[in-house]
């Protein structure tokens, strides 16, 4: 199963309402998660189940979808997040390539 | 609070060996998934490895018969032996783990494969 991200980068502005895209080769169900990573740092989960955010993490990060078409909405961008996201699939672990949210 | 802390990267000759060591605080590492998740320079994501609690083990498809994944259940580690290391193992490498999967990830260590 590959994910297929789009786009490959985004550029807004902060308050600016972002959605990236994660298509599966083939059906996954909701085994699917999302993470973010800053420059430097590691990645860290936001979302996993599709739609189930990590204790913690701002509401203002949404997923949804299930099957082969999932979408992470950042409602609002604040600054600390332009970062990469990639999103993930439990059924073989593969990672999708990215998208880069840039100012 | 949950800490992965790696260790065990550097520089290695092209078929050299490596094992690098993630000891875990604040979960129990036979009780979740743990694996490993690299990262050339510059580059995305790649899935190397994974471990699940009861035991099942998975590569991808370019490191089997080279690295081994294993864990010590009594220091609450999980290790990854690389062996035939080549020019394209160049990465950070990180090791994750949790209930889902990938929940908690340590900060990574770099392993340099050159001649």
């Known amino acids: 199963i590959v994910l297929t991200q789009s786009p490959a980068t985004l550029s807004l502005s902060p308050g600016e309402r972002a959605t990236l895209s994660c298509r599966a080769s083939?059906?996954?169900?909701?085994?699917l998660a999302w993470y973010q990573q800053r420059p430097g740092q590691a990645p860290r989960l936001l979302i996993y189940?599709?739609?189930k955010r990590v204790t913690g993490i701002p509401a203002r990060f949404i997923g949804s979808g299930s099957g082969t078409d999932f979408t992470l909405t950042i409602s609002r961008l604040e600054p600390e997040d332009f970062a990469i996201y990639y999103c993930?699939?439990?059924?073989?672990?593969?990672f999708g390539g990215g998208t880069k949210v840039e100012i | 609070e949950v800490q992965l802390v790696e260790s065990g990267g550097g520089l290695s000759l092209p078929g050299g060996s490596l094992r690098l060591s993630c000891v875990v605080s604040g979960f129990t590492v036979s009780r979740n998934y743990m694996g490993w998740v690299r990262q050339a320079p510059g580059k995305g994501l790649e899935w190397v490895s994974i471990?699940?609690?009861?035991?099942?083990?998975f590569y991808v498809e370019s490191v089997k018969g080279r690295f081994t994944i294993s864990r010590d259940n009594s220091k609450n580690s999980v290790f990854l032996q690389m062996n035939s290391l080549r020019a394209e193992d160049t990465a950070i490498y990180y090791c994750a783990g949790g209930p889902w999967e990938f929940d908690y990830w340590g900060q990574g260590t770099l392993v340099t494969v050159s001649s």
């Open positions: 993930q699939q439990r059924t073989n672990w593969l």
């Open positions: 471990i699940y609690s009861g035991g099942n083990i």
């Open positions: 083939q059906s996954v169900g909701n085994q």
């Open positions: 189940d599709a739609s």
